[in-house]
């Protein structure tokens, strides 16, 4: 029971959900997808660039399994930062379910596809510790901009080792650029980067860029990509490592 609130969250009373003449859910992932109690983390960190806010009916003795009542697809805009699609789905949510309130009638409930179904559970703080942990000789530019979406919900950043301190990188994207993916490529081993037009382009796993335009050290405050090239990355280490806390962090960057 333990484990089950911990990871998957609490139950509602059977007698609860019984004792109304309607008990429903509204839910941010196109269910059967993402059943469970952290959607919308999964949908960060999986990089879906549609979603859905499902309204469903509520059963006894299970999570997310009732009859779907409506379902509205929800495009997830890469430029959003984790905390602003955050915000941005609970306003698709509410007026969605509003919607449905003012509207019962008109939808007909429709049976869950079992076979579809793709478990949500908590990702847990000692989880999301080792996720921010980012490396990009081994992981793709995608992977680690999902990932620091995901980890701006919490209180973590994705990190790296630079000149052996752990750099925080505050704010990152993907570059689709085909001229700097030229350059990146030509010159450029996986975790070293370059400064161009006020970013750090990082090359990562697969021949992917990520830019980053704010960073943290140790003991500072935020820094742009300009003041970080200009004060420090000339005169020492000019490549980004994976932050080594646990073994099982060593094996995730081999």
């Not at 779907?68 to 905390?83: N, S």
């Not at 306003?91 to 079992?114: I, K």
């Not at 559970?121 to 942990?133: A, E, G, R, S």
Request: charged share 20%; glycine share 4%; net charge positive.
């Amino acid at each position: 029971q333990w484990y089950q609130r911990r990871v998957r969250g609490s139950l509602i009373p059977g007698k609860v959900i019984r004792s109304c003449e309607q008990f429903v859910n509204v839910h941010p992932s196109a269910i059967p997808k993402y059943q469970g109690a952290a959607p919308l983390q999964h949908v960060l960190l999986n990089g879906e660039e549609t979603s859905a806010v499902t309204i469903l009916e509520v059963l006894p003795r299970t999570f997310d399994s009732g009859n779907i009542l409506a379902q509205v697809p929800l495009p997830i805009p890469r430029d959003m930062t984790g905390r602003q699609v955050w915000t941005y789905t609970g306003e698709h949510m509410a007026r969605t379910l509003s919607h449905y309130l003012d509207n019962p009638v008109t939808t007909t409930p429709r049976a869950q596809d079992s076979t579809r179904a793709t478990p949500a559970p908590k990702i847990l703080k000692h989880q999301l510790k080792i996720l921010c942990h980012v490396c990009p000789q081994t992981q793709t530019a995608s992977q680690i901009f999902n990932i620091a979406r995901l980890v701006d919900l919490s209180k973590f950043s994705v990190a790296v080792c630079w000149d052996k301190r752990r750099l925080k990188l505050k704010s990152v994207h993907v570059v689709e650029d085909p001229s700097v993916h030229a350059l990146v490529q030509r010159h450029l081993r996986p975790g070293q980067f370059v400064f161009e037009e006020g970013v750090i382009m990082v090359a990562c796993a697969e021949g992917t860029v990520l830019g980053v335009t704010e960073m943290i050290l140790p003991f500072s405050h935020v820094l742009s990509a300009e003041r970080f090239y200009r004060d420090h990355s000339p005169r020492t280490a000019r490549a980004f490592y994976m932050v080594y806390d646990s073994e099982e962090e060593k094996v995730k960057c081999g």
